[in-house]
Every structure is written in C-alpha cells, then in structure tokens.
C-alpha cells in the first residue's frame, strides 16, 4: 500500500503540472469568458473535507452568478439530488459560460491546483461540505479514506442517476481496492464521459 501511495501521488503530480502548464491557454479563455458573461470573480472557492474531515479550500471556475450561495434557500424545493447533496436540473443560477462549463466539466479544471498542492488526487472521492457530513449515517464515514479525488468510481459505473447511499458504497468500495489499474481505469472512463457530453451523447 504505501507503495501504491508514492506512485499515486507522483502520478497526480504529473497530471496535474500537465493540467496546469498546458492547460493555460484554456484557462485564459474560460476566464476571459467567465468575466465577460456576468459581474463576479473568475474562481469560485468553497471549504470541503477531505481525507481524515480535514478541512481545504477547493478551487473551480465559477459557474453561476455572484452569490449564488446565498440564493440556495429559495430553490431548496427544486432539489433533484440524492439527499444530503444539492443539486437541481437546469440550475436558474447558472450563467450562460457556466451552462457550458459544466457539460464539459470544465469548471473542475482549478481542483488540478488542489491535486498539485496535495489537498486532492486525480481519483478518489468527491469531498463534500461540512453541513452535507453533519446529515451523514455513521457507515458513510468510512468513504473518508484516502484524498478526495476530481473524478471518483461512481463517475464512471453511473453512481450519479443512484441513490446517495450507493454513491457512498462506490466511494468506500474504492477506498477498499484501491490501485493503480483501478485508478487507471477511473482516469481513462472519466475521458470517454467527458467525450460523450462534449458530443452530446
């Protein structure tokens, strides 16, 4: 294990420095797009809990218009998510840039940042907020093993149309197998669903 711990944290390294180097040319543009659609910064910042509930700053581009948090209230009765997460279908918040971002994906592209700092790793599981992990059944907290990821197993076998507890099962049963064929595996699935959203598939 602790071999497969120092080949995936140089693995995430790589990606990542890849990511961000490369990369830049689109950031430039998705941050010019961003601040000419709508009032607001470029970056949109939250608090999360990564492995062991420690506490980091997760970075992504912003998609939806300034203080779009401070909103959420009002259109709690559109909720589609699996509860305790937040999620509703053709969010009114979203901006024009931030629609298309997020069928892409793209907004994800800063949490490359939080993977080159250590904070996250390309796979593993997405970390919540802190108030979603006061709702948390005493068995879900087994899915804090390890860094949270960009990208989890559940993105690839469909855990998203599931219920919340079988996207927590997929979450532990990867913390449970972990390897680098699996992770592998995650990376190279996560590409073809991000080729099939840009396609429109």
Not at 140 to 145: A, K, T, V, Y
Not at 163 to 184: A, K, T, V
Request: contains cysteine.
């Amino acid at each position: 294990m602790k071999f497969y711990l120092v080949v995936k944290r140089g693995v995430d390294f790589a990606v990542s420095l890849a990511v961000l180097t490369l990369g830049l040319p689109v950031f430039i543009l998705i941050a010019a797009a961003i601040k000419l659609d709508s009032e607001g910064p470029v970056f949109f910042t939250q608090t999360r809990l990564g492995g062991d509930k420690k506490p980091f700053r997760l970075y992504k581009f912003r998609t939806m218009v300034k203080d779009a948090e401070k909103l959420r209230a009002k259109y709690e009765h559109l909720n589609k998510a699996a509860y305790p997460t937040f999620k509703i279908p053709q969010d009114p918040r979203l901006t024009r840039v931030g629609g298309f971002l997020r069928k892409l994906h793209l907004d994800e592209l800063p949490n490359f940042i939080n993977v080159l700092s250590g904070e996250m790793s390309v796979v593993g599981f997405r970390p919540p907020t802190a108030d979603e992990v006061e709702k948390y059944e005493s068995w879900h907290h087994e899915r804090f093993l390890g860094k949270p990821g960009i990208t989890s197993l559940w993105v690839v076998e469909g855990y998203h149309t599931a219920s919340f507890d079988d996207w927590i099962r997929s979450d532990i049963g990867y913390g449970r197998r972990c390897s680098l064929p699996l992770d592998l595996y995650v990376m190279y699935g996560t590409f073809k669903v991000m080729v099939k959203a840009a396609l429109g598939r």
